[in-house]
């Protein structure tokens, strides 16, 4: 576990509602360093495991095939008190901007909604009629990260927390890695709840069928990620789920959480298992 504490500084600020967030410099590039929000949800918990999410997160991504944020975990000590942390690796260059989604959906002028609306028809039908960047690149990259939230675990997918790198001097648009995955992988669990939860077939299969709900919403209510993927209502969904399907590594996946210490046994057991059941219920079960 590497000590962010002492590292040199910049000024540089994000947004953002989850944490608190520091810019450093570590190994010559620039980093945003995460630090865990207030477990809010738990009142067992003081911080949330958000940073082992994000750093599982965007690790399963990549291995998944799909580019995501350069996370490190480590730790950072503020007013005597040692916390883990993960260091993000800071992907907008000093001539590129980033720009949500929402921003592209704002410029959809007969859209049913805002940029933040998150009624999937409406973002499908911004997918299919904004003119910034090829419509199948970003449909394919919009249902893998359906796909893939899924099997993670992610109720904090919405449109302002995924997008691309704008760069002024040519006008060209791409895709941004993908980052803000935090909120993935039962980032607010203790671990009394933990143990109940490895002890309880009904309250693992409460957290693969009912919990955690998608961020994106249909007729009015958050996605239920096992009915919606069993529903196959949409071809490019079908596509997704296979590829995720062909590329998934449980023993890759599984080695990724057994190094990292500073999860109890249990933990990373309710990880794995959490991983495997998702996999299997969700994305196996669904094709």
């Not at 760069?167 to 669990?189: H, M, R």
């Not at 709840?193 to 955690?212: F, G, H, M, W």
């Not at 296979?242 to 210490?261: M, P, T, Y």
Request: aromatic content about 10%.
């Amino acid at each position: 576990m590497i000590d962010f504490t002492d590292l040199p500084k910049k000024k540089k600020a994000y947004g953002g509602a989850n944490g608190n967030k520091i810019s450093v410099i570590f190994n010559n590039a620039t980093y945003m360093l995460k630090l865990p929000s207030h477990a809010l949800k738990n009142a067992n918990l003081s911080y949330s495991n958000s940073a082992v999410s994000e750093y599982l997160g965007c690790h399963i991504y990549n291995l998944l095939g799909v580019e995501s944020q350069e996370t490190i975990l480590g730790t950072y000590i503020h007013n005597g008190q040692r916390r883990t942390v993960v260091a993000c690796k800071d992907f907008v260059n000093g001539n590129e901007q980033l720009f949500d989604f929402a921003s592209v959906k704002n410029q959809i002028i007969d859209s049913l909604s805002n940029g933040y609306g998150t009624d999937i028809e409406d973002i499908l039908k911004t997918i299919e009629t904004q003119n910034v960047i090829d419509p199948y690149i970003l449909k394919e990259r919009f249902w893998m990260m359906f796909v893939i939230d899924a099997l993670i675990g992610n109720w904090d997918r919405h449109n302002g927390n995924w997008g691309f790198l704008y760069k002024q001097e040519d006008d060209t648009l791409k895709l941004a890695p993908v980052y803000d995955c935090g909120s993935c992988l039962y980032p607010q669990i203790d671990e009394a709840t933990i143990k109940k939860v490895l002890n309880s077939k009904q309250e693992q299969r409460a957290r693969i069928y009912d919990i955690p709900t998608s961020a994106i919403t249909q007729n009015g209510s958050r996605i239920n990620y096992y009915k919606f993927l069993m529903s196959h209502a949409y071809k490019d969904c079908e596509k997704a789920k296979k590829l995720v399907s062909d590329r998934f590594d449980f023993e890759a996946i599984s080695n990724l959480i057994d190094g990292i210490e500073v999860l109890s046994e249990n933990h990373k057991t309710f990880l794995k298992l959490m991983i495997k059941m998702r996999f299997e219920c969700l994305i196996q079960g669904s094709l």
